[in-house]
């Protein structure tokens, strides 16, 4: 890659730390990175700055040939090699430190930058050029003997580096002779010597990353995949109040050229109960006790209505805004800041609380367990959900100009009533179990007269209607329906017929405010594959989930959609919903454990299936794509 060929890709790598995230390309440059936390100004904004060549950090190597980038394996770290014509090489590892130290988590606001001379005499370029404000150029950079000093109308960011710096400052060729570090945070002076310093950090965070992946429970088969979403998802996470973002990153568009580009740096309070559900199934009890405490922060707040969207830190603005210095991923924009779904009437937001919660109930790995007191707090939602569910709203979906009768929504607070129902069970409160039961089995009985459309043969996506929905695939996995229940598998059959394009699924076809919806949204492609799984298709299932696999970009990350008719992703990255979407369904699709050395039927010993072969490896099937070709 050349200095001014740069095209916006969402073929980019995660580095982080809980506090800070960086996103960078297959070359080793830095596209994206928000300062001080993961929803503040992105001073590295070249993915949504589109033909300007601004808010990077990168390494141009003279005569460069080829580079390839990899994760080291099991961690957040980063290693780029480029090579140029002569055949000499550098490395650029890329990291955000964390580690225990002192007694607590240290995760600084840091990216740490190693750029190391493989062989050969290598002459390459540092360049750093930085944002403030959404895309505002900063102001001439002020040097010190081993630092440079960004500053504009955001926070400003110190460089601190063993080179020279006027190399950075006015982007000097040399020969690199030796490994350089470039320390990019906050503004604040390093006492010690970079190198050695950076080398510590280096180790102590690759073995953080390392005891971390020891202690997951995951799936047999599948098991680098699992992994690298469960690195992922973990640095999607703002660890100072246990916060969940949706994705890194703002405004990536749902697909070409629509204004379907919003800000996910935020918190959805449905995501809860998904991403809840991948922690406890990967055994990530901390990071899962963490989240729980940002859910009962909220919960706690009775004066306060519940609102879909939440800041990192709780009671943060949300306020949407356009940014108008950045052009767009590809130039296409309009890039937003906030996100004006936290003003909307979304039912569901009751339920996903409650449902999430109601792990602290039943989960004895938890240190504070749910109680009678929590209950009490979680009545004042039940409350709400129980006056509330043949109310309109915007739905799942954020319908921005029209608001319905969901399914989905109405089956959130069935949700909230059937699991404080069991949860007053569980406290032994027999009176609130026979309330909140009673209000759930009227929900229930509504929902199902009017949800259930025998014209479309499918339960719907909004009361009296008959416009299909992926959402409803949710019912058995909510509770609401058994999977053998006859409308439920002609459910199935029916979005299974009219809302996949190429094997993919949409959310809805029916036009909404934006128009026609164009790509396949990727939770809702889980959603199929767990509710095939559920009513005994099972094959059918691991076909597509083996598929979706192949979908990932080039460093095993998902965003939120992808196009039925390019294959190419589409949507912020790396997207939450995704990414749990992928851990929950290999494992309920994995073969266990116990089969991993079990003899094989009629086995030839030239054929022996090894542990890492998968039953699709030792049985290949023909998938959709192939059927298309």
Same mark, same amino acid.
């Given at each position: 890659?050349?200095?001014?060929?740069?095209?916006?890709?969402?073929?980019?790598?995660?580095?982080?730390?809980?506090?800070?995230?960086?996103?960078?390309?297959?070359?080793?440059?830095?596209?994206?990175?928000?300062?001080?936390?993961?929803?503040?100004?992105?001073?590295?904004?070249?993915?949504?700055?589109?033909?300007?060549?601004?808010?990077?950090?990168?390494?141009?190597?003279?005569?460069?040939?080829?580079?390839?980038?990899?994760?080291?394996?099991?961690?957040?770290?980063?290693?780029?090699?480029?090579?140029?014509?002569?055949?000499?090489?550098?490395?650029?590892?890329?990291?955000?430190?964390?580690?225990?130290?002192?007694?607590?988590?240290?995760?600084?606001?840091?990216?740490?930058?190693?750029?190391?001379?493989?062989?050969?005499?290598?002459?390459?370029?540092?360049?750093?050029?930085?944002?403030?404000?959404?895309?505002?150029?900063?102001?001439?950079?002020?040097?010190?003997?081993?630092?440079?000093?960004?500053?504009?109308?955001?926070?400003?960011?110190?460089?601190?580096?063993?080179?020279?710096?006027?190399?950075?400052?006015?982007?000097?060729?040399?020969?690199?002779?030796?490994?350089?570090?470039?320390?990019?945070?906050?503004?604040?002076?390093?006492?010690?010597?970079?190198?050695?310093?950076?080398?510590?950090?280096?180790?102590?965070?690759?073995?953080?990353?390392?005891?971390?992946?020891?202690?997951?429970?995951?799936?047999?088969?599948?098991?680098?995949?699992?992994?690298?979403?469960?690195?992922?998802?973990?640095?999607?996470?703002?660890?100072?109040?246990?916060?969940?973002?949706?994705?890194?990153?703002?405004?990536?568009?749902?697909?070409?050229?629509?204004?379907?580009?919003?800000?996910?740096?935020?918190?959805?309070?449905?995501?809860?109960?998904?991403?809840?559900?991948?922690?406890?199934?990967?055994?990530?009890?901390?990071?899962?006790?963490?989240?729980?405490?940002?859910?009962?922060?909220?919960?706690?707040?009775?004066?306060?209505?519940? /609102?879909?969207?939440?800041?990192?830190?709780?009671? &943060?603005? @949300? !306020?949407?805004?356009?940014?108008?210095? #950045?052009?767009?991923? +590809?130039?296409?924009?309009?890039?937003?800041?906030?996100?004006?779904?936290?003003?909307?009437?979304?039912?569901?937001?009751?339920?996903?609380?409650?449902?999430?919660?109601?792990?602290?109930?039943?989960?004895?790995?938890?240190?504070?367990?749910?109680?009678?007191?929590?209950?009490?707090?979680?009545?004042?939602?039940?409350?709400?959900?129980?006056?509330?569910?043949?109310?309109?709203?915007?739905?799942?979906?954020?319908?921005?100009?029209?608001?319905?009768?969901?399914?989905?929504?109405?089956?959130?607070?069935?949700?909230?009533?059937?699991?404080?129902?069991?949860?007053?069970?569980?406290?032994?409160?027999?009176?609130?179990?026979?309330?909140?039961?009673?209000?759930?089995?009227?929900?229930?009985?509504?929902?199902?007269?009017?949800?259930?459309?025998? /014209?479309?043969?499918?339960?719907?996506?909004?009361? &009296?209607? @008959? !416009?299909?929905?992926?959402?409803?695939? #949710?019912?058995?996995? +909510?509770?609401?329906?058994?999977?053998?229940?006859?409308?439920?598998?002609?459910?199935?059959?029916?979005?299974?017929?009219?809302?996949?394009?190429?094997?993919?699924?949409?959310?809805?076809?029916?036009?909404?405010?934006?128009?026609?919806?164009?790509?396949?949204?990727?939770?809702?492609?889980?959603?199929?594959?767990?509710?095939?799984?559920?009513?005994?298709?099972?094959?059918?299932?691991?076909?597509?989930?083996?598929?979706?696999?192949?979908?990932?970009?080039?460093?095993?990350?998902?965003?939120?959609?992808?196009?039925?008719?390019?294959?190419?992703?589409?949507?912020?990255?790396?997207?939450?919903?995704?990414?749990?979407?992928?851990?929950?369904?290999?494992?309920?699709?994995?073969?266990?454990?116990?089969?991993?050395?079990?003899?094989?039927?009629?086995?030839?010993?030239?054929?022996?299936?090894?542990?890492?072969? @998968? !039953?699709?490896?030792?049985?290949?099937?023909?998938?959709?794509?192939?059927?298309?070709?």
């Amino acid at each position: 890659m050349t200095a001014n060929s740069y095209r916006s890709s969402l073929d980019v790598a995660a580095i982080g730390n809980g506090r800070v995230a960086a996103l960078i390309d297959p070359g080793g440059r830095m596209v994206w990175w928000c300062f001080p936390r993961l929803d503040g100004d992105p001073v590295f904004c070249r993915l949504l700055a589109g033909p300007e060549d601004k808010g990077f950090c990168d390494v141009i190597l003279e005569g460069q040939v080829s580079a390839t980038s990899s994760y080291v394996r099991n961690t957040g770290i980063l290693e780029t090699v480029l090579v140029d014509g002569n055949g000499a090489r550098i490395k650029i590892t890329d990291f955000a430190p964390r580690f225990p130290r002192y007694g607590r988590s240290f995760h600084p606001t840091q990216l740490i930058r190693r750029i190391e001379p493989l062989n050969g005499l290598p002459r390459i370029t540092c360049r750093v050029r930085p944002t403030f404000d959404y895309g505002q150029t900063a102001a001439i950079p002020s040097q010190g003997s081993n630092h440079i000093r960004y500053a504009g109308s955001g926070t400003p960011i110190r460089v601190t580096t063993d080179l020279a710096v006027s190399y950075i400052v006015h982007e000097t060729p040399f020969i690199l002779s030796r490994p350089i570090t470039l320390v990019l945070g906050s503004d604040e002076p390093i006492e010690s010597a970079v190198d050695p310093m950076s080398r510590e950090f280096l180790e102590q965070t690759r073995e953080y990353w390392v005891n971390w992946v020891r202690g997951l429970a995951i799936s047999y088969e599948w098991q680098p995949d699992v992994i690298r979403a469960a690195i992922s998802l973990k640095l999607c996470t703002f660890e100072e109040t246990g916060a969940i973002t949706a994705a890194l990153t703002t405004s990536i568009p749902e697909a070409p050229n629509t204004p379907r580009t919003w800000d996910y740096r935020f918190c959805w309070l449905r995501d809860a109960y998904f991403v809840i559900q991948a922690l406890n199934r990967l055994g990530a009890t901390q990071s899962m006790e963490h989240y729980l405490d940002y859910i009962t922060t909220i919960v706690a707040d009775t004066e306060s209505p519940l /609102k879909p969207v939440y800041g990192i830190v709780h009671n &943060d603005t @949300t !306020e949407e805004r356009i940014a108008p210095d #950045l052009q767009g991923f +590809l130039g296409m924009g309009p890039v937003r800041v906030g996100n004006l779904a936290s003003k909307q009437l979304q039912h569901d937001a009751y339920g996903s609380v409650i449902l999430g919660a109601s792990q602290m109930f039943i989960d004895q790995r938890l240190p504070r367990m749910g109680d009678v007191s929590l209950f009490r707090e979680l009545e004042h939602l039940g409350q709400q959900a129980r006056r509330r569910y043949l109310e309109p709203d915007a739905g799942i979906w954020e319908y921005r100009g029209r608001e319905r009768i969901h399914t989905h929504s109405a089956t959130m607070c069935w949700v909230a009533c059937d699991r404080l129902a069991r949860i007053a069970i569980l406290l032994n409160l027999p009176d609130r179990a026979d309330y909140w039961r009673q209000s759930a089995d009227r929900i229930r009985s509504e929902i199902l007269t009017r949800a259930w459309s025998a /014209k479309r043969g499918a339960f719907t996506g909004a009361f &009296d209607n @008959t !416009e299909l929905d992926a959402s409803v695939l #949710l019912l058995p996995e +909510l509770g609401l329906v058994a999977p053998d229940d006859p409308r439920f598998i002609q459910t199935c059959d029916t979005i299974g017929r009219e809302l996949m394009r190429n094997g993919l699924m949409l959310r809805y076809a029916a036009e909404d405010d934006f128009g026609l919806p164009e790509s396949a949204f990727l939770a809702c492609q889980f959603w199929y594959i767990d509710a095939l799984a559920s009513i005994g298709r099972t094959g059918q299932a691991r076909e597509l989930f083996s598929e979706l696999l192949g979908h990932r970009n080039a460093f095993g990350m998902l965003s939120e959609d992808l196009h039925p008719a390019t294959g190419q992703l589409w949507g912020n990255i790396p997207q939450t919903y995704s990414m749990a979407g992928l851990i929950n369904s290999a494992m309920r699709l994995s073969r266990r454990w116990d089969d991993a050395w079990a003899p094989l039927p009629h086995a030839d010993p030239e054929h022996v299936r090894t542990p890492e072969m @998968t !039953e699709l490896d030792a049985a290949p099937v023909e998938t959709t794509r192939q059927r298309r070709a």
